[in-house]
């Protein structure tokens, strides 16, 4: 298939990722290659803050979306990366350098985070099971 695929929402699978670099900016990014329905897509996440000034961490919003965000405190596992899958929302854009300067492209316009199930709901709902009723003569408490 020749072109971008139409804008929308896609699976993806991480086919390649380096460790994050500072940016020119003094953001961290975290350079990925995705395979979305054959075609090569590129995706560059990042955290720090933006030109308004408010802080932004896309990098975290990737990890949450395909399950490998570290525990609190951990450094995440940027090799176990490769492989991952997760879900994302593409668009169409001019690629502005590089070989394809001035043609269409793919580009992540975000990624989906999974819907997270609140346990407290579910622990609400859950009832313990009926103690078991005995016909034992010896089980009576008195």
Known sequence: MVGPLPKGDYN???????EPYES???NQVL????E???HKVFANPWTGTTKDGEERDGISE??????????????PDWKRLVGASGRCRLKV??????????????KVQFFHRPKQIDTKATQATVRPA???VSNDPDDIPF
């Open 12 to 18: 993806f699978r991480v086919t390649n990722c380096d």
């Open 93 to 106: 854009e001019i690629a502005q350098q590089g070989a394809l300067a001035g043609k269409e492209i793919n």
């Open 130 to 132: 009926p103690k078991q």
């Open 24 to 26: 020119k900016a003094g």
């Open 31 to 34: 350079p990925l290659a995705l």
């Open 62 to 75: 990737f990890l949450l979306c395909v399950n490998r965000a570290p525990a609190v405190g951990s450094e």
């Open 36 to 38: 979305v329905e054959e």
